[in-house]
């Protein structure tokens, strides 16, 4: 079975994004992080979207920029599946993607028994909280940058219950920047919150 990962750059007190989608606080020039970021990116994961993020992605990975200032990355992110769960989104132009816009965890749960390759959740913070409630992800790559904004949207946004999680890798960057890698701890007997809290797809 495939599995499902998170991988999402943080602040210091946990947002993913700051004021309108603001992520220009993220370090692009450690070279550290970019070569594990390349690595990443050349894991044949499938990788899955929001509206919102897919957006900000399609703006900067295909252009000539992304190439010139992270070529494996680009490379990686342009070569790979793509998907974009969206009921508005009208059509996705960049290379291997699709859309779908049925009922999210059901899709996800198809892929993860009948996929080839793992999958993995770039940005999209309300594609991760409503993951986390139908206990789908597997594990948390949390990339933390060593900044506090004093607002943004942090990454497990309305989340309606605690989420026990356990460290299971941690990685230091001389910049600064933290990789912390995590488990959900998984409680025997514990059912889908999705009934009692449904949150509607805004992508």
Request: net charge neutral; aromatic share 8%; proline share 3%.
């Amino acid at each position: 079975m495939a599995k499902l990962s998170v991988f999402n750059f943080i602040t210091l007190n946990g947002y993913y994004k700051g004021p309108g989608e603001d992520i220009s606080w993220h370090k692009n020039d450690d070279p550290e992080k970019n070569e594990y970021a390349a690595k990443g990116a050349e894991s044949d994961s499938i990788l899955l979207f929001g509206r919102k993020t897919y957006e900000l992605m399609v703006q900067y990975w295909p252009t000539p920029q992304a190439f010139e200032q992270a070529r494996e990355v680009a490379e990686g992110m342009n070569n790979s599946q793509k998907i974009v769960f969206s009921k508005t989104l009208k059509k996705a132009d960049w290379k291997n993607t699709r859309i779908i816009r049925d009922d999210m965890a059901a899709e996800v749960k198809k892929l993860k028994k009948t996929s080839d390759s793992d999958l993995t959740i770039l940005g999209s913070g309300s594609i991760v909280t409503q993951l986390t409630e139908e206990g789908l992800i597997d594990q948390y790559h949390f990339m933390v940058d060593p900044v506090v904004l004093g607002e943004g949207t942090p990454v497990f946004e309305g989340i309606a219950e605690k989420v026990d999680l356990k460290l299971i890798n941690s990685k230091t960057f001389k910049s600064g920047v933290v990789v912390l890698t995590y488990e959900p701890v998984r409680k025997e007997g514990k059912t889908s919150n999705r009934l009692a809290h449904q949150h509607e797809l805004t992508m």
